[in-house]
Structures are given as structure tokens and as C-alpha cells.
């Protein structure tokens, strides 16, 4: 019995030393059946106890188990640290230079236009603006006369026209591209009821002559709300809350009396000068505040044409170009690099 | 309109710093683009009076000129020709900010030897200080200038330069600014005088008047002055008209542009003694008709413009210009001046005809008031015989047919806060309207009658009173509310939202969104085709073209995506484009059909050059995969036909279609029209037609539960006739029971296969909701599919 156990001591006493000096996991593989595999001096004793008397079986199993449980530990033990040593020298072997460029995805964006109508649409949709279009070759009846812009009125001189070559039979009416997106105001009110609150964005054209801030081109958002009790206090309300969230709280907003012959009272809205913030500079002419649309109350003649009696309904209509907005924030120099559609200009606009 | 601070505080005091008035002007309406303040610079000039002129002991042009400065005087060298002793003139002394006469800098006045002579100052031209451009001579004060004083002091001003809205035609005088000043500060306005000595001469026996059309001249009135001697304007009339920016020519012409800047009614005059008949007619021209205008040019004259005529013939397009042979010239001895009122759009359309905007048509065409007439002519008749010595006929002649009552507006309490959204008292309405000329008188508890003075041709409803209150009161005043209503319900438009998600779709596809012009040229729609022939139908073409580049309503996006992505080829390696936008189709009778269309063209490198991947050339399958991308992600269940399409290349071209209708097309662009365009091909691209592709739209997602049961996977290689169709190979495949995905992974042709077969190799995904496949089950459904194959394709299977 005692050489037994003696045999035990000696192979944890040996396994211990051995183990040692493993180095790769082949060798530890090699330790493992020397000292915990079937023919190992630990897993004989263990197998061979049944032949032992009671009182030694007890001693002896005792001892070969404490000894399995040793050699096992420190087995798992070395293996762990095998492990780790291989993933440390992998990882070591296998770096790379990250400063090479990344496959490059081909990636596609939007026209700043759309960008931005999309943002302006989706302040106001957020305040319950429904988004229509409508048509860009208009009859001269929507473009100005519903709008009190008869023939020969001198406030024609604020839309230059580009006229469609186009006869009626009649006579009568004259065709033309749109100058605003006003018109839409009437279209809208021929199909529905008050309430009522649109928005429509859209091209328009102007004959006029292109420098880097005209272009006979470009997109307008127009917006229209009527019902039983649309203020301009709802009016600057509406448009107050569409600069802060366009151009930032900051940002301080003017309204003054101004005249288009659809509305009355009128209104235009300024903003302070993005550059010189209202102390007067070249952007601003000096006055420390930009433009950016015009607005005001529906003219009760325009609200009867609607079909809507001026008593009982009210509303508030505004206009206001696109491009001038993406120019102001990211001061582009040039409308006429928006429909020039160079792509280094085009990519600029990441959004 | 320029207006002149100097020149307005004759009728209201200006009360606030000009910054503050200009602020309060363009809120309520006038907007001041700009201030101008004449005599900023001018810190150390004073009016001067010059004592002694001697001659320079070593130049003959020039002088040594003593001027006394009140206190002191100081003696300078000056060569200018006009020095005269006794003259007041603008003095300035050493450290002076002037500007150069000759570089137009400015600069400031340093003491100079001039010849031998110490000059420590200078008598200054009007061009030295900014006043005009005149530099023959120094500038002569009036005898009632200072001496002393600073020039600010003297002859300063501000000028504002406001833009008037074309409703505003009273705002077009200095009057006019006058009136809004006073009703924005609070003050009343003073008018001024008009009266002067009439000789005994009645007018009526010297000239009479005749209305022809009384419907284009409501009124007419005249005057006569006799006797009057024409001579340049006095120095406060010049001074005025400079700073309003008009030329003074003489003290009769003057007068009638001083008067219109400050009524805002054009006159005229006329020498009167050129008038044949002493007669005026006011008539329509006949057609064919000519007068020389003031400005020497024979103008043809037609039936749709009114004349002002003499006895004999025209002397004068009514409302626009005068004729020069009745024009007030050095001899002219009695003045016949006219003020009268015409209509607003024949004067614009007569001017519009002729090319000829005057300071005159530019008021009448936005509506004068038929009252203005009287008031103007006599102040007008008073100035002349002031300035020119001549003496008016007594009367005035005052033909007005066109007479017309305007009637009160009611205004219902309650109005004007129902439209701003605040609380105005109706004692403050009341009290704002009457400060701005309006008669106001309660005709019962809740109405306000409110007459309308007659120069606010522009008020004629109660919403313009509302403007009024509200303008007065300041829009910075308004509350800002937000609309307390319920959010009217609407259903999204759907073409509205299929434009948005192809724009997200592509994008995400990698390919740049572009917006190009509507217009286009015939030349430019006919490049999308190999033969030059115009596609489609005939364009509509503007009446007004701005150029031949944008003379047409494109029919189709093509030609503009081809000119950017040609314009872009020379920077980019790869571009990829698309537009989604309107195309405009004429219809006979009505507006054209605006056609929302899709396109999108691929030009150059498949991918952007990078260190890893091959370059490789853009191909139709790249176009394609962008196609079944949108229509993946559409949701639309469509097919590629091969089409034709004369702008691509034949063979090359695939109709795509859906629910039996062809939603667009996909193809190589012709290798002609690429060359057309300046590109470089290959050039690949994908249209649609969104009116088309819309109904095809799957609106929201059919569930189908996740299989629970795994799937068989297995590679299926065939050799087939190389004319066979894939497409036939996957309609086959697919029909076969538990097929859920096939994938083309290889196509070959070459020595592997005989010659005219090509092999096509395929991952069939074989996989049934109900329960686990057997070897068998796959097999036996394999075995019938390449039997089918082969029957129906001569597919044979490949080793």
C-alpha cells in the first residue's frame, strides 16, 4: 500500500517538474497521457483500487484523487496559458497598415434642392402642412389674374414672364411658366374646403437675366392655411418657428409691412445677417437683415374667388425661394452652380 | 425715390435720429435700401466769402484768393475761373476729407507751396465735396450762406432711397413720405402754399382743352403763365433736384420736375406760343402717326396710345413725354404747363409699346388720383411765376369728365383683431387712420365709416384699413401665436412619395441626384437620337425665349443628364446620375401633361478607383442591378423584355415591364448619340416612367412566417445553346415545388464547352414550411427539373 502511494507522490512530484518545461501544445498533449491518461500511475491507481482492502482503498483513493485533481488543474491551467501565448503571437503577427484607404462604397446624394425642400417640408408638416404640387405651365388666369394681377397692372413688373408660344382659339388665355408658386393657392382652393393648410413646393421661372444671385430657374415653397380664425399673429407664429428651426434660435427674425397684390395686410420676413449678424455688411446691404419670403394675409378678393367668404374665413399665405436658404447657411457664392449640376459642387452637400 | 431729409422737414419735423426714422419707414412699408448723408466728411469745411483776388506773382492762371472765415481769413492759391470778390463759397481747411477732382479719391487737404506761394487750404468745386460731378469751377454759395459756419451746418443733408411698392404711388413724393412720417410720429402735416397773383387775363381766353376719349383722360387742367424769362432754377430748387437725383435744365422744366417730386403728379409744360390754335386735344393717336420726343427720337405712333395734341398735330404722348417742338426752350416768353390724370394701364401699355419709361408713365401707370391735378398745377403755376417772372392767368382751365365719388369702407368693430390676432381698441383704429388722412365717423355702435383721402388710390376695403392699423402700430408688435385649430386630415399623395423613395433608393445605389433645366434646345433633343430626328412629339416653345439653349419645354430628361454627365466626364473617372423630374408633353387645347419620368445614366469607371479592385468599365448589368434594386425595393414584380428604343443600342435594350405595361426602359445609349453629346461610351441608361410604375407600387408587406425547417442547398451547372436565355432557365427552375431562391452564380463560354453553347451554373435553395426535406424528396425534384431542362432547353447537365 505505502509503495502505492509513494508511486502517486512521485508522479505528482514528476508531473509537476515535467510540465514545467512544456512549450507547445503538442508536448502538453504528451504530459497529458503520461500523467492523466488511461496507462498514467494516477488513473492505474484509481482503476486498480476495487482490489484493495476496504481501509486502503479509502487511503489510497483519497490520495489519487487529490492528485488527479492537481495534475488536472495545472494541465488546464498550462493550456490556458498555451492558448493565450498563441493568440498573442497571432495577433502580433498579423497587423496591418490602416492608413491604406477603405474600399471605397459609391455613395450617392442628394441634390442640395431636394435636401433642403425636405427639411423645409418637414418643419411644416410637423405643424400640419399637407405637401401638394401642382402644374409648372400655367394659364395666365392662375399666375396673375386670380391673384389681382390683371393685365397692365404696374405690380407685373415684379414677375418677368416667359410666355409659352401658344394660340388659344378663343384667344383668351395665355400660357405661360410659372412665375410663382402662388397660383397654387387657387388650384388647391378649387378642390377643397376649409380648413385647409398646404404647403407646395416647386420650380418657377422668371426671363431674367442670370448672375450669381438671379437664375430663370428655381424652387419656391409655397404655403397656405385657411379657416375660421387664421391670424398674422398665426402667421408670424408659423414662420417665426419655421427660421428658428431652419436657421437656428439664435437667429432673429423681422417682420415689416410689404406689398403683393394677394394678400393684405402683407408681410415680409427678414432675418438677421448671417455674416454680420445685423451690423451691416455686403451680404445684408448694410441694412443687417436678409429677405427670405413674403407673406400676409389672404386677400379677401383672392378669398372670394376661393369660394370662401372673407366674413367668415381667413387665412395666411407665404412664398419663399429655396436655394436662397442652403446659400445663407453654407454661403455659396453662385445660384448658378445649383443647375449647373457640376459634381464637385454637388458632392459638397452631404446630406 | 430719393428723398431728401432737408426737403421733407418743410412739411413734418423728423422728430427721430434718421437711422430710427428709416427703421420705422421700412417697417411700415417703405423700406430705406440706403441712407446717404451728404457733408459726413466735411469736419473742417465752412462757408467762406472771398475778399481779395490777386494775381499768383509767378503763374498766370492762377490766383491768390483771400477768404474771410467770419473770425479770421486766410489767403490760398486757386486756379479756378469763377472768383469773384463777394462770392460766398464752401472753404476748406488743412486735414479737410475731400475728393480729388481729377483721381476721385479722397484724401485729406495737406498744406501745399503752390509755385513759390504757402497754400494752407482750398475754396472747394461741388465735386470735392461729393455734391455732383461738377469740377469747371468752385462751387457759389447764395448770398445768405453764414460766413463761418460749418458747411454741414449749411448744406448737409441725409437722403434716404426708398423703395416704393408699386401701390404706393403717393409714395412716390416727398409729400407723400411726408404724410407717413407725420402719421408715425405723431404729428400733423403742413402743406404748402399755393397761392400767387393772377393777372387779368382769364385762361380761358387764352388756351381751351378738348377730351376726345374722356375714358383715358378723366381730367385735365392748365395753366398759363405770360412774361416769364427762362434762366437756370434758383440754388435750393437745383440743390433739391440733385439730391433726388434728377439734372436741372431750367427754372420752368425744373419746376415741373420739382412739383412732381414733391405732389407726386407729373407736369408738363408747354411753350405756349407753339401751340397752333392755342389749343389742346387730348386724343387717341392715329395709326402710322409720328412725333419727335423730348429726346429727339421719331417714335411711330398707333391707335392704342393716347396723344397730347395742339391745334395742328401731336405735341406730346400723353403721360410718358413730351414732343420737342413745343418743349420750353431760351425763348420761350408764356408757358401753357399741364396736370392731368390719365389711365393707369394705357399710359403703362403705351410705354411698355414704345420703350419709353418715364419718371412721368412710372406714376401715372400706378394709378393717380383724379384730385391731384388741381393742388399740383397751382403750386406748380405759383413756383414758375415765382422763379421766372411771369405773371399766371387768372383761373385755371379744369376739364374733368371723369369725375367719381369713392364711397366710405365700413369697418366693423372687432375686424381688425379678427385678422391680427390682437386687441386694438376702436379708439386707437380710429385714432390711426385719421393721422394718416382718413375721415373716420361711427355710423352705428359696431361700424366705423371710414373715407379714404383721395391720394391713397391703393385703400379700398376694409382689409386695407387693417393693413393701415397694423402697420402703424408695428407687425413687431402683432403677437405670434401659433394656429390653435385642429390639423385638417389628408391623405399623403402617392406620387409625391414614390418620387421621394426612388430619389432614396438611388442614392443608396450610389448614384449623385441632379436637377437640370426644364428648357432645352430643339438641337438638343434631337442628339438623343442616332439620326437627328426629333423624338416624340413637338416641344412647346416659348414665345419669349431667353436663348436658344433654353427655347423649348424638354419632352424627356435625356438630353440634359447626357450634357451633365459629358460635362462631368471631364473630371470624374466614374459618373453615375439621375434625375427624377417633370417631362412636358402638349396636349391640344390645355396646358401640357406634366409627366413625372426617371433617369439615370452611367458613364466611365464601374467603381471608383481603388488600390484593391480591378478597374473595369460600367456595363449594362450595373444599370441593370440599379433597376432591380428600385424595383426590388419597390416592391414591383417586373420583367426585362429586349426592346428597342432608337436612342440605344440594338441588342443592348431591355423594356422593363410591369403588370403588363412597359414601365421604362434600360439599354446602352447609342454609340452615335454619346458621340452627339461630347461623352465618352460606353454610356448606360435607365428610364421610367413614374405614371406607369406607380399602380405597380406594392403598398406594404406581405408576412410569410420563417421556415422552421432547414434548407437544402445544391449547385446545378448546365450547358446550353449560347442564344438561350437565362430568363427561360429561371421561369423553369422556379416553377418546380420547393424551389424558395435560385442564383446565377457562373456564365462561361470557351474551351471548357463546344463552340456556340455556353454554360450556366446555378445555386438552387430548396426548402418547405411543412417539415424537414429528405435526400430523396430534393433528389426526386432535381431529377425532373434537369429532365425538363433538357427537354424543354437542350440544357445538358455539365460533368
Request: a negative charge; charged letters at 25%.
Amino acid at each position: 500500500m505505502e509503495a502505492v502511494i509513494e508511486k502517486l507522490e512521485e508522479a505528482m512530484a514528476n508531473g509537476e517538474r515535467e510540465l514545467r518545461s512544456v512549450g507547445d501544445a503538442k508536448q502538453l498533449e504528451a504530459w497529458r497521457i503520461r500523467y492523466l491518461g488511461k496507462k498514467s500511475v494516477v488513473m492505474l491507481a484509481l482503476r486498480e483500487l476495487a482490489t484493495l482492502p476496504l481501509e486502503e482503498r479509502r487511503r489510497v483513493g483519497a490520495r489519487a484523487n487529490e492528485v488527479k485533481a492537481a495534475l488536472e488543474a495545472q494541465w488546464k491551467q498550462k493550456l490556458d496559458a498555451l492558448k493565450e501565448a498563441e493568440l498573442a503571437a497571432f495577433v502580433a503577427a498579423e497587423s496591418l497598415d490602416v492608413s491604406l484607404p477603405g474600399h471605397p462604397v459609391s455613395l450617392g446624394r442628394l441634390h442640395p434642392t431636394t435636401q433642403t425642400l425636405r427639411e423645409v417640408c418637414q418643419v411644416f408638416t410637423g405643424m400640419g402642412f399637407e405637401v401638394v404640387e401642382g402644374p409648372e405651365v400655367e394659364w395666365e388666369y392662375y399666375n396673375f389674374e386670380a391673384l389681382n394681377i390683371p393685365r397692365n397692372h404696374p405690380a407685373r413688373d415684379m414677375w418677368a414672364t416667359l410666355w409659352v408660344d401658344y394660340v388659344d382659339e378663343k384667344g383668351e388665355q395665355r400660357m405661360l411658366l410659372r412665375t410663382h408658386t402662388s397660383p397654387m393657392q387657387i388650384r388647391v382652393m378649387e378642390k377643397r374646403h376649409p380648413p385647409v393648410r398646404v404647403v407646395v413646393p416647386g420650380k418657377v421661372y422668371r426671363y431674367e437675366a442670370t448672375d450669381a444671385t438671379h437664375e430663370w430657374m428655381f424652387y419656391q415653397i409655397e404655403g397656405l392655411a385657411i379657416d375660421t380664425n387664421i391670424t398674422l399673429a398665426d402667421l408670424k407664429g408659423t414662420l417665426f418657428e419655421f427660421a428658428r428651426r431652419l436657421f437656428g434660435a439664435e437667429r432673429k427674425a423681422r417682420f415689416r409691412c410689404d406689398y403683393f397684390p394677394f394678400v393684405e395686410p402683407g408681410v415680409e420676413m427678414a432675418v438677421d445677417c448671417f455674416v454680420c449678424k445685423g451690423e451691416g455688411c455686403r451680404l445684408c446691404g448694410n441694412t443687417g437683415w436678409i429677405e427670405i419670403l413674403g407673406a400676409g394675409m389672404v386677400h379677401p378678393d383672392v378669398l372670394r374667388r376661393m369660394g370662401c367668404d372673407p366674413a367668415v374665413y381667413s387665412g395666411f399665405a407665404f412664398g419663399m425661394g429655396i436655394e436662397r436658404i442652403p446659400m445663407l447657411r453654407y454661403g455659396i457664392d453662385d445660384i448658378r452652380h445649383f443647375y449647373g449640376n457640376d459634381l464637385r459642387f454637388l458632392r459638397q452637400f452631404r446630406g | 425715390m430719393r428723398v431728401s431729409l432737408n426737403w421733407l422737414r418743410d412739411y413734418v419735423d423728423p422728430v427721430l435720429p434718421p437711422e430710427d426714422l428709416a427703421h420705422r419707414l421700412t417697417l411700415a412699408g417703405f423700406e430705406i435700401k440706403a441712407i446717404e448723408v451728404v457733408g459726413g466728411a466735411w469736419d473742417r469745411v465752412q462757408v467762406g466769402q472771398i475778399r481779395e483776388v490777386k494775381p499768383h506773382p509767378n503763374a498766370d492762371r492762377l490766383r491768390l484768393v483771400t477768404v474771410s472765415l467770419g473770425e479770421r481769413s486766410q489767403t490760398v492759391v486757386c486756379g479756378a475761373p469763377n472768383l469773384n470778390v463777394g462770392d460766398k463759397i464752401a472753404f476748406a481747411s488743412v486735414g479737410a476729407r475731400l475728393i480729388d477732382g481729377h483721381s476721385g479719391e479722397v484724401a485729406a487737404l495737406k498744406p501745399a507751396k503752390i509755385r513759390g506761394v504757402v497754400s494752407e487750404g482750398m475754396v472747394c468745386s461741388e465735386k470735392e465735396l461729393g455734391i455732383s460731378d461738377s469740377h469747371e469751377g468752385i462751387m457759389v454759395l447764395p448770398g445768405d450762406a453764414p460766413v463761418g459756419t460749418p458747411l454741414r451746418d449749411y448744406l448737409g443733408d441725409t437722403i434716404f432711397d426708398i423703395e416704393v411698392s408699386p401701390n404706393r404711388p403717393d409714395g412716390l413724393s416727398v409729400l407723400g413720405i411726408g404724410r407717413e412720417v407725420a402719421a408715425l410720429t405723431g404729428q400733423g402735416v403742413r402743406m404748402p402754399g399755393v397761392a400767387y397773383a393772377e393777372s387779368e387775363t382769364p385762361v380761358a381766353s387764352l388756351a381751351s382743352v378738348e377730351i376726345v376719349d374722356p375714358e383715358l383722360c378723366p381730367r385735365y387742367c392748365a395753366s398759363v403763365i405770360e412774361g416769364v424769362r427762362i434762366a437756370p432754377s434758383p440754388e435750393w430748387m437745383q440743390r433739391r433736384l440733385k439730391a433726388a437725383g434728377m439734372r436741372p435744365i431750367n427754372n420752368v422744366v425744373d419746376v415741373t420736375n420739382y412739383v412732381m417730386l414733391e405732389y407726386g403728379q407729373p407736369l408738363h409744360a408747354f411753350d405756349y406760343r407753339r401751340l397752333a390754335e392755342r389749343k389742346i386735344i387730348v386724343r387717341r393717336a392715329r395709326d402710322g402717326e409720328v412725333i419727335v420726343s423730348l429726346d429727339g427720337v421719331e417714335r411711330g405712333l398707333n391707335h392704342d396710345m393716347l396723344l397730347i395734341c395742339d391745334g395742328r398735330e401731336a405735341v406730346a404722348v400723353a403721360g410718358v413725354m413730351g414732343g420737342l417742338d413745343s418743349e420750353v426752350s431760351d425763348v420761350t416768353v408764356s408757358v401753357l404747363l399741364e396736370s392731368a390724370n390719365f389711365n393707369q394701364a394705357f399710359i403703362r401699355r403705351t410705354s411698355a409699346t414704345l420703350g419709353l419709361r418715364s419718371e412721368a408713365s412710372l406714376r401715372f401707370e400706378k394709378g393717380l388720383p383724379a384730385e391731384l391735378p388741381v393742388p399740383a398745377l397751382r403750386r406748380a403755376t405759383q413756383l414758375i411765376a415765382e422763379t421766372s417772372g411771369g405773371k399766371a392767368a387768372s383761373g385755371i382751365i379744369d376739364v374733368y369728365p371723369g369725375r367719381r365719388e369713392r364711397q366710405p369702407i365700413s369697418l366693423f368693430n372687432g375686424e381688425v383683431g379678427r385678422l391680427l390676432g390682437m386687441d386694438v381698441p376702436v379708439e386707437r383704429t380710429r385714432q390711426i387712420l385719421e393721422s394718416l388722412g382718413f375721415d373716420c365717423e361711427m355710423s352705428a355702435p359696431s361700424e366705423m365709416r371710414v373715407s379714404v383721402p383721395y391720394w391713397r388710390s391703393d385703400v379700398g376695403q376694409s382689409a386695407d384699413l387693417v393693413e393701415e392699423v397694423a402697420r402703424i402700430i408695428g407687425y413687431d408688435q402683432v403677437p405670434t401665436t401659433v394656429i390653435a385649430a385642429p390639423i385638417p386630415s389628408y391623405e399623403p399623395s402617392p406620387v409625391l412619395l414614390l418620387k421621394e423613395r426612388l430619389r432614396d433608393i438611388l442614392v443608396a445605389c450610389g448614384l449623385q441626384e441632379v436637377i437640370t433645366y426644364s428648357l432645352t434646345s430643339l438641337e438638343n433633343l434631337k442628339r438623343t437620337m442616332p439620326d437627328l430626328s426629333l423624338p416624340g412629339p413637338m416641344p412647346l416653345r416659348m414665345a419669349n425665349p431667353m436663348s436658344r439653349e433654353q427655347e423649348y419645354l424638354r419632352t424627356s430628361l435625356r438630353p440634359r443628364l447626357l450634357l451633365t454627365l459629358a460635362q462631368n466626364q471631364r473630371y470624374e473617372d466614374s459618373v453615375k446620375l439621375f434625375e427624377v423630374g417633370r417631362v412636358y408633353l402638349p396636349r391640344s387645347g390645355d396646358l401640357p401633361q406634366e409627366a413625372e419620368a426617371l433617369c439615370a445614366v452611367f458613364g466611365g469607371a464601374s467603381q471608383e478607383r481603388s488600390w484593391r479592385a480591378k478597374e473595369a468599365p460600367v456595363d449594362l448589368f450595373d444599370a441593370k442591378g440599379v433597376a432591380e434594386a428600385v424595383l426590388e425595393r419597390l416592391g414591383v414584380d417586373a420583367s426585362f423584355v429586349p426592346g428597342e428604343d432608337a436612342g440605344l443600342r440594338r441588342g443592348r435594350c431591355a423594356d422593363i415591364v410591369a403588370g403588363g405595361e412597359r414601365v421604362g426602359v434600360l439599354g446602352e445609349v447609342h454609340p452615335r448619340v454619346v458621340e452627339n453629346f461630347e461623352a465618352t461610351g460606353p454610356v448606360y441608361l435607365l428610364e421610367m416612367e413614374l405614371d406607369r410604375l406607380l399602380p405597380c407600387v406594392s403598398t406594404g408587406v406581405r408576412y410569410r412566417p420563417l421556415s422552421r425547417f432547414p434548407a437544402t442547398v445544391r449547385d446545378i451547372a448546365v450547358v446550353v445553346e449560347a442564344g438561350v436565355r437565362f430568363q427561360s432557365v429561371l421561369d423553369l427552375v422556379r416553377g418546380f415545388p420547393l424551389v424558395s431562391q435560385v442564383t446565377l452564380f457562373d456564365v462561361y463560354q470557351g474551351d471548357q464547352v463546344p463552340q456556340g453553347k455556353k454554360s450556366l451554373a446555378f445555386r438552387v435553395v430548396y426548402q418547405s414550411p411543412t417539415h424537414t426535406l429528405t435526400d430523396e424528396e430534393v433528389n426526386g425534384v432535381q431529377q425532373r427539373m434537369i429532365e425538363a431542362l433538357k427537354d424543354k432547353l437542350g440544357a445538358v447537365l455539365r460533368g
